[in-house]
């Protein structure tokens, strides 16, 4: 694959007919791609992962915690996270839609 172009409504409606909080839609060798949604006062199961992480909060507001920290997250958030790192949005008082990125793991 050279190139793809995705709607973001085309992709909600596809995550949304699946019924399930994840959609992929991307995986290439240096990155993969997807669509995380959850809803008020759902729970985030995340654990760790082995690749470094970007999270676009494309709607919504939650908490997002990662060790001990915490903040505030809502639309156009950005938030980055290391390989191996805990974290979790946890408060989610808004349908939380968020864009995830993820690098290739590390070797």
């Known amino acids: 694959m050279q190139w793809t172009a995705l709607h973001l409504d085309e992709l909600s409606a596809e995550q949304r007919a699946s019924a399930e909080?994840?959609?992929e839609f991307l995986r290439v060798p240096s990155l993969r791609a997807g669509l995380y949604v959850l809803a008020p006062g759902a729970?985030?199961?995340q654990s760790p992962h082995e690749e470094d992480e970007v999270y676009?909060?494309?709607a919504g507001?939650?908490?997002f915690e990662a060790g001990a920290?915490?903040?505030d997250?809502?639309?156009g958030s950005i938030i980055y996270v290391a390989a191996h790192q805990a974290?979790?949005?946890t408060n989610i008082t808004e349908e939380l839609r968020v864009l995830v990125f993820f690098s290739a793991p590390r070797k």
């Open 21 to 23: 909080p994840w959609l």
């Open 61 to 63: 507001r939650a908490t």
């Open 56 to 58: 676009h909060v494309v």
């Open 43 to 45: 729970w985030d199961h």
């Open 73 to 75: 997250v809502r639309s």
């Open 87 to 89: 974290h979790r949005f």
């Open 69 to 71: 920290e915490r903040q």
